[in-house]
């Protein structure tokens, strides 16, 4: 008697785990941003959250969590309960780079869960007003002229506008002195305000400003001419080809998340990026969406060892680290 309990009881515990997967999401899901509120990031998440919420029928809270490179942010997200209702959005820089460059307590790959792509970003060589140069081939010439005293914004070290800075300096063969921030949004403000020289920055973080006439764009660091602003050319046409740099993005679920969950969060995100009105917001901020075999968790997966592959060698020959 007391087996067929014990044995009872098991079956039950058992069969109640899709009982309740099956009902997620069941409350408030969190998307954690590891950069600064305004920034591309943020922006992308709440666009992004705000379809997400009408398809899932759950709202959606952006949480932004700040520090060391956004790997503080991505931590938080490893170490959350594996249920889906904690999803971490980063992109070429937080979820690859960050790996080759500081001393993590968690595994980029091994401790998080791939969900989808859901976008890319190339970046945008931009400066203040106040520098004299016009054209990019000018803008070199006059960084060369003040090597190792131009100031560059970034989000911390790893980040997007760090690796890219540094990048682009060992293109140019000159050296930028990197000013970090808890985001590109912040150190946007004070390109705009003049403080410092010049970012390179995502196109969807500085578009607006570029726009406006608050700052000045160069080059856009793709092949292709952006639709949302067709007049700024490519690196190619430039001078300085080959300067290509996408700064994709994604999201991920700690690891252990049921599989169905990650399912009905993939859908969800498939079909937010499907949706008329956040495409066309997306493509005004200058952000691609990818293709529709790149939004499959496997496709994700893929996708990031590939980058790993590809950029800790150039980061490690770079020695590009923590200081």
Same mark, same amino acid.
């Given at each position: 008697?007391?087996?067929?309990?014990? &044995?009872?009881?098991?079956?039950?515990?058992?069969?109640?785990?899709?009982?309740?997967? /099956?009902?997620?999401?069941?409350?408030?899901?969190?998307?954690?941003?590891?950069?600064?509120?305004?920034?591309?990031?943020?922006?992308?998440?709440?666009?992004?959250?705000?379809?997400?919420?009408?398809?899932?029928?759950?709202?959606?809270?952006v949480e932004d969590v700040t520090g060391a490179g956004g790997t503080i942010g991505v931590g938080r997200a490893v170490h959350a309960p594996p249920d889906g209702y904690t999803l971490s959005i980063g992109h070429l820089g937080t979820h690859v780079i960050n790996g080759a460059i500081y001393p993590l307590n968690f595994d980029l790959v091994k401790d998080l869960e791939?969900?989808?792509?859901?976008?890319?970003?190339?970046?945008?060589?931009?400066? *203040?007003?106040?520098?004299?140069?016009?054209?990019?081939?000018?803008?070199?010439?006059?960084?060369?002229?003040?090597?190792?005293?131009?100031?560059?914004?970034?989000?911390?070290?790893?980040?997007?506008?760090?690796?890219?800075?540094?990048?682009?300096? /060992?293109?140019?063969?000159?050296? #930028? /002195?990197?000013?970090?921030?808890?985001?590109?949004?912040?150190?946007? #403000?004070?390109?705009?305000?003049?403080?410092?020289?010049?970012?390179?920055?995502?196109?969807?973080?500085?578009?607006?400003?570029?726009?406006?006439? *608050?700052?000045?764009?160069? &080059?856009?660091?793709?092949?292709?001419? #952006?639709?949302?602003?067709?007049?700024?050319?490519?690196?190619?046409? &430039?001078?300085?080809?080959?300067?290509?740099?996408?700064?994709?993005?994604?999201?991920?679920?700690?690891?252990?998340?049921?599989?169905?969950?990650?399912? *009905?969060?993939?859908?969800?995100?498939?079909?937010?990026?499907?949706?008329?009105?956040?495409?066309?917001?997306?493509?005004?901020?200058?952000?691609?969406?990818?293709?529709?075999? *790149? /939004?499959?968790? @496997?496709?994700?997966? &893929?996708?990031?060892?590939?980058?790993?592959?590809?950029?800790?060698?150039?980061?490690?020959?770079?020695?590009?680290?923590? @200081?």
């Amino acid at each position: 008697m007391k087996r067929l309990i014990t &044995a009872a009881i098991v079956a039950a515990l058992a069969g109640s785990t899709p009982a309740v997967t /099956q009902t997620f999401p069941s409350r408030p899901i969190t998307i954690i941003v590891p950069f600064a509120a305004g920034g591309p990031t943020d922006a992308l998440a709440r666009i992004l959250g705000d379809k997400m919420r009408q398809i899932l029928g759950q709202p959606i809270v952006v949480e932004d969590v700040t520090g060391a490179g956004g790997t503080i942010g991505v931590g938080r997200a490893v170490h959350a309960p594996p249920d889906g209702y904690t999803l971490s959005i980063g992109h070429l820089g937080t979820h690859v780079i960050n790996g080759a460059i500081y001393p993590l307590n968690f595994d980029l790959v091994k401790d998080l869960e791939p969900v989808a792509t859901i976008a890319s970003n190339p970046m945008m060589i931009v400066s *203040k007003n106040d520098i004299p140069a016009r054209n990019l081939s000018e803008l070199i010439a006059w960084i060369r002229a003040h090597d190792g005293k131009v100031t560059a914004g970034t989000a911390g070290v790893g980040s997007g506008a760090h690796f890219s800075g540094v990048y682009f300096g /060992q293109q140019i063969g000159s050296k #930028l /002195q990197f000013v970090p921030y808890r985001g590109t949004g912040p150190a946007l #403000l004070d390109l705009v305000a003049g403080q410092i020289d010049l970012i390179v920055d995502q196109a969807s973080n500085s578009l607006a400003q570029v726009k406006a006439g *608050k700052i000045r764009a160069y &080059a856009v660091t793709s092949a292709r001419r #952006l639709a949302a602003a067709p007049d700024i050319p490519t690196v190619d046409e &430039a001078g300085l080809p080959g300067f290509h740099v996408e700064l994709w993005s994604g999201i991920w679920v700690p690891k252990g998340t049921p599989k169905n969950v990650v399912g *009905k969060l993939n859908d969800a995100i498939v079909g937010a990026l499907a949706d008329p009105a956040v495409r066309r917001r997306m493509e005004e901020a200058g952000l691609d969406i990818p293709s529709r075999d *790149k /939004q499959t968790p @496997e496709g994700l997966a &893929a996708y990031q060892r590939a980058e790993i592959s590809k950029w800790w060698p150039m980061i490690r020959d770079a020695n590009i680290k923590v @200081e």
